[in-house]
């Protein structure tokens, strides 16, 4: 039993590593998954066919604990609802890969910025990311975003994250500079982009590329089975930080009005 599991494990892992190692490859030959479609055919689709067997694999996982773990239900259908509807449904039906930047606001990525993202999903991104995010964390402080609501970081840590056993206890190094320094970087980035429009596209260029080796191929491949489902956003995570930044705020004027 305890061999199968570890076998199923593994498999699991593999499934992520040529996910993106083959997203790397076709990085490496300059393809992004935006624009990639159409050069090199087979690459893209063996990427994108990966990806789908990964959003399936989630799917069981999920319908696996909200069965056998009750107190944790109304988290993972919430999570479920905002991963699979931005990453899968809404790009789908729109046939438009940059509607995911709904969820995936600044500072954690700077897609919404990106010439080819429709109007209306920079609209709505900005909304959720200088509003909504804003506002539901001082209410609800940061569960709400990042235990309810990120496709992301608490999507991913709540199914793949769930069925390691992390090894290491992330730095606490890192954990303190890390995310500071990324959030400051965004915030320059974003600054550049708003006082030079044509910058975005070699801003976005590096940014896809450092949220590659961050979000996804560190996350997935090497921090979640050894550091833990929440390595991403402890260590690295710029919209973690900003969330964790407004707590702190929070509560410090709380004290300071006492
Ligand atoms: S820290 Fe970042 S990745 Fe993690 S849940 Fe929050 S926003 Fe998502």
New binding site residues.
């Given amino acids: 039993m305890q061999k199968a599991k570890q076998i199923l494990l593994f498999l699991l892992w593999l499934l992520f590593f040529v996910t993106f190692t083959s997203e790397f490859i076709k990085i490496v030959f300059e393809l992004s998954p935006a624009t990639g479609h159409k050069s090199l055919g087979m690459a893209n689709a063996f990427f994108w066919s990966s990806l789908f067997m990964i959003e399936l694999v989630m799917g069981a996982v999920v319908l696996y604990y909200i069965i056998t773990y009750p107190s944790r239900r109304i988290r993972l259908i919430s999570l479920s609802a905002c991963h699979f509807t931005v990453i899968l449904l809404l790009p789908v039906i729109l046939d438009d890969w940059s509607w995911t930047c709904l969820l995936y606001p600044w500072p954690?990525s700077l897609q919404a910025f990106d010439p080819d993202t429709p109007q209306a999903a920079l609209l709505i991104s900005v909304i959720i990311g200088f509003a909504v995010v804003p506002f539901i964390t001082w209410r609800w402080g940061a569960k709400a975003?990042?235990g309810y609501l990120?496709p992301?970081?608490?999507f991913f840590?709540e199914t793949y994250g769930r069925v390691f056993t992390p090894r290491y206890r992330p730095s606490a190094l890192i954990k303190k500079h890390l995310p500071r320094v990324y959030f400051i970087v965004m915030t320059v980035a974003l600054v550049a982009i708003l006082l030079m429009p044509d910058s975005v596209v070699p801003i976005r260029s590096v940014q896809k590329l450092v949220y590659f080796f961050t979000?996804e191929f560190f996350f997935f491949v090497v921090a979640v089975p050894l550091l833990g489902g929440?390595s991403?956003?402890t260590l690295i995570?710029p919209?973690?930080y900003a969330?964790r930044l407004l707590v702190r705020t929070k509560r410090t004027l709380g004290k300071q009005l006492n």
């Fill in positions: 954690h975003f990042c990120c992301h970081g608490a840590s979000a929440r991403y956003c995570c919209l973690g969330v």
